[in-house]
């Protein structure tokens, strides 16, 4: 008995904490790594052109986006550029629909402002585009955004 | 009590620690967004009502600076062809800020603009009047590649932002992270684009080459 009671008088009654740190950054590579935004796949084909006039939307709410490009599985649905809105892939006429859809999710205040990030495919013609733009039109969403990245400067 | 404070610690308090790691771990939880927002910028026109006849817009020929681009991706520059769109900026500035005939207004306008700029009006009598009038319109085939779009499209954009960035003496990249929210930004912003609107006429693509 009074071996025991010798030896408990020695150690700390703290809790070791040390190991703590550890776990959560353990937590935090773990969310940094796995953290996933947008839980959407894309169905086309998506090598974004360069350019060097970029400009940053500050509302990012405001902002849908539409995919457009060949799509990536063409012994189902071709090899003709489609346009995909959210998780699928849709025909020109049904953008007003969903234009009108996303602009219902908005505030209000903001659904004038709505801006439609186009995320369009190098190899696609225009054609296509000028379909969808004028569907855009149709449905009063005029803010376009040609998404595009930074292109060096060769000079 | 009084024997536990004496006593030295070996080992260096690391409780807080975790606090950091989780104030790390939150910060990256609320700030982590996708990079990919940026892009050109552009505003369609509005819908054209099917009973109104569209507008008869009658402007001097020499305001207008035409580009075509053709299903082969070739260029048209005011009737004259090109391979690339190397070099378009250039003309696309000249040609904004070419000042051949400018009313009052524009002769105010110009009164105003720094020495670098007013040093590159070239005033010829067959390019625009001045910046009010001028319009860069750009034309495709529907069979034209986006990306060659999108090229000539940022250059002219490209024109446009030189000539407001160096109006207020900013870098071209400075002026296009103005942001507009607060005063100051709003005035620079205000102060470059004043009497030089941003005139890119994107005309409805012909059926060729394209389906």
């Known amino acids: 008995m009074s071996k025991f009671r010798k030896k408990k008088l020695g150690g700390s009654d703290q809790i070791n904490t040390s190991a703590l740190p550890d776990i959560i950054f353990m937590l935090l590579f773990f969310f940094m790594v796995t953290t996933v935004l947008r839980e959407q796949d894309v169905l086309v084909d998506q090598k974004i052109p360069q350019s060097s006039q970029l400009q940053k939307l500050q509302n990012k709410t405001l902002i849908s986006y539409i995919f457009i490009g060949k799509p990536k599985n063409t012994s189902l649905y071709g ?7 959210n998780d699928v892939l849709i025909s020109s006429p049904e953008i007003v629909q969903w234009v009108n859809q996303e602009r219902d999710k908005l505030p209000e205040a903001d659904r004038g402002s709505i801006t439609i990030s186009m995320k369009v495919d190098k190899d696609v013609k225009m054609g296509p585009i000028s379909d969808v733009q004028t569907e855009l ?10 998404a595009s990245t930074k292109k060096l400067d060769k000079e | 009590m009084a024997r536990s404070k004496n006593r030295m610690s070996n080992e ?20 982590t967004t996708i990079a990919s927002d940026k892009g050109i910028l552009n505003v369609l026109p509005p819908k054209q009502d099917p009973n109104v006849p569209p507008p008869d817009i009658k402007k001097n020929e020499r305001n207008i600076f035409n580009v ?4 082969n991706n070739d260029l048209l520059v005011e009737g004259e062809y090109r391979r690339t769109a190397a ?18 207004d524009a002769a105010a306008l110009y009164n105003t603009l720094p020495a670098s700029l007013q040093s590159q009006a ?3 009598p067959d390019s625009s009047d001045h910046p009010g009038e001028a319009v860069i319109s750009i034309k495709t085939n529907r069979g034209t590649n986006y990306a060659v779009f999108l090229e000539v499209f940022d250059l002219a954009k490209k024109a446009y932002f030189d000539v407001y960035s160096e109006r207020v003496g ?7 992270a103005l942001t507009g929210d607060d005063e100051a930004s709003k005035a620079l912003q205000d102060k470059g684009k ?7 006429s994107i005309a409805e693509p012909d059926k060729v080459g394209g389906n």
Request: cysteine-free; overall charge negative.
């Open chain 2, 12 to 31: 260096i308090n690391a409780g807080s620690m975790a606090d950091i790691a989780f104030l790390l771990l939150i910060f990256f939880l609320v700030t």
């Open chain 2, 87 to 104: 070099g378009l900026d250039k003309d696309f500035k000249d040609f904004i800020m070419n000042f051949g005939a400018p009313d009052e």
């Open chain 1, 137 to 146: 039109r149709n449905a009063d969403a005029r803010k376009v955004l040609y």
């Open chain 2, 68 to 71: 075509l681009i053709n299903a």
């Open chain 2, 194 to 200: 004043e009497g030089i609107p941003m005139a890119i």
């Open chain 1, 79 to 85: 090899s003709e550029p489609r346009v995909q809105a």
């Open chain 2, 122 to 124: 070239q005033r010829k």
């Open chain 2, 170 to 176: 900013l870098t071209s990249e400075q002026y296009r």
